[in-house]
């Protein structure tokens, strides 16, 4: 069994140390540290001052061995990696550093946590490693672009999306439904248009539902309610600026998966066009529409939906300039009467950057990768459940 090394005998040494490097012999300090890792094998940062001093030394294989013993010891030491991408930088170049880079940044601390010399090598380690994404993906999209062309439109977009992804500059979505998650569900941002056989009719019922937000909005602008209506003392996270907020409200058209008649008799076109929607049928919880109105500069912080058996049908009908959506890492301008389907337990946000009120229309449907037998099984778990706990929710919002 080793004996521990006397705290004298360390204390001499970094005595050495201070004492030729106050002289500026760097030989005298070099054999300091090499005394110093010879007391303290298992100390990452005695082989990484080591390191650092062969570097300024320009020995830079030396060097490297040095960082290595320390990785050695701490595979995720974050000022290891760092080094260690700096001597592959000067070595090696960029295609050897801007991965190496990658990797010390994933255990880099908050910036505010660092000095500022580290913070400078840490831009450096940004730069580089993004330099290196540029500079690979421009490589592959080219190596690849005949490949490419023989895609689809939305298999173009994934397919981005994959190198995107490969490449970290782009962040990886899946769904994180808040209470309901069926497996084997695709975790897909915006649904391809051609899976909804059904969706030009529904845009061809634009000019119908919109005469009926207006005449609601024109007669009283009654049933319109805010958004989130959370009790005060639940834990809100993001939605403390929104909770029981006139900035976004709706005007809903089902309470609980239960039409409400004298709403939807005021609505004619809404009702007409929601028998063209596969709206799922869950006692309780769905089907559910609405029509959503977000105030001039307000914006729907980034959140996810309650279950990924159904998507959402989004129509806009009063968008003026300036309102965005995101979904997953894909950002898309609404154009009145062109509607999308998308995943809401993937993470979303909307905002208004205007001076006008954006209304759109909203409606759920079953996701087509469900069978009929699938349907029906998702509403009796969600049924019985429900009977257990005693539990009525409210609207499907």
Not at 276 to 305: C, D, E, K, Y
Request: hydrophobic share 40%.
């Amino acid at each position: 069994m080793s004996q521990p090394t006397p705290a004298a005998d360390i204390a001499a040494v970094h005595q050495q140390i201070r004492q030729a490097l106050a002289a500026g012999d760097l030989s005298a300090a070099q054999s300091g540290f090499e005394a110093l890792v010879a007391l303290r094998p298992r100390d990452p940062g005695a082989w990484l001052n080591l390191a650092g001093l062969r570097r300024q030394r320009n020995d830079l294989d030396a060097a490297m061995a040095a960082v290595r013993r320390a990785l050695e010891i701490e595979p995720r030491h974050f000022h290891a990696l760092l080094m260690h991408a700096s001597l592959l930088e000067r070595a090696a170049g960029l295609r050897a550093a801007g991965p190496a880079y990658a990797i010390a940044l994933v255990q880099a601390p908050p910036d505010e946590e660092l000095d500022a010399t580290t913070r400078q090598t840490v831009a450096h380690a940004r730069a580089v490693s993004q330099a290196h994404a540029r500079e690979l993906g421009g490589h592959i999209r080219e190596q690849t672009a005949a490949t490419r062309d023989r895609c689809s439109g939305t298999e173009k977009r994934r397919l981005d999306a994959f190198i995107d992804t490969t490449l970290r500059v782009r962040p990886r979505y899946q769904q994180e439904p808040m209470e309901y998650y069926y497996p084997g569900l695709p975790p897909i941002w915006f649904h391809d248009r051609s899976r909804f056989p059904w969706l030009e009719a529904f845009e061809a019922a634009t000019d119908a539902i919109r005469e009926d937000l207006l005449a609601i909005q024109r007669e009283d602008n009654g049933g319109f309610a805010p958004y989130i209506q959370y009790e005060p003392h639940l834990p809100l996270d993001q939605w403390h600026e929104l909770n029981h907020s006139p900035k976004w409200t709706a005007y809903h058209f089902f309470e609980s998966g239960a039409p409400i008649e004298a709403r939807l008799a005021r609505a004619p076109g809404v009702r007409e066009a929601l028998k063209l929607l596969p709206q799922p049928s869950v006692q309780l919880r769905s089907p559910t529409a609405l029509f959503s109105a977000l105030r001039p500069g307000a914006r729907i912080p980034p959140h996810t939906g309650v279950a990924n058996f159904r998507l959402l049908v989004h129509l806009p009908l009063v968008i003026p300039p300036g309102c965005g959506f995101r979904v997953g890492a894909e950002t898309r301008e609404w154009r009145a009467g062109e509607a999308w389907v998308f995943d809401d337990t993937i993470e979303h946000e909307a905002w208004n950057g205007s001076d006008e009120l954006r209304t759109i229309m909203i409606a759920d449907i079953w996701s087509p990768f469900l069978s009929p037998e699938e349907r029906a099984a998702i509403a009796a778990v969600i049924a019985s459940t429900d009977a257990y706990q005693g539990v009525r929710p409210g609207p499907d919002a």
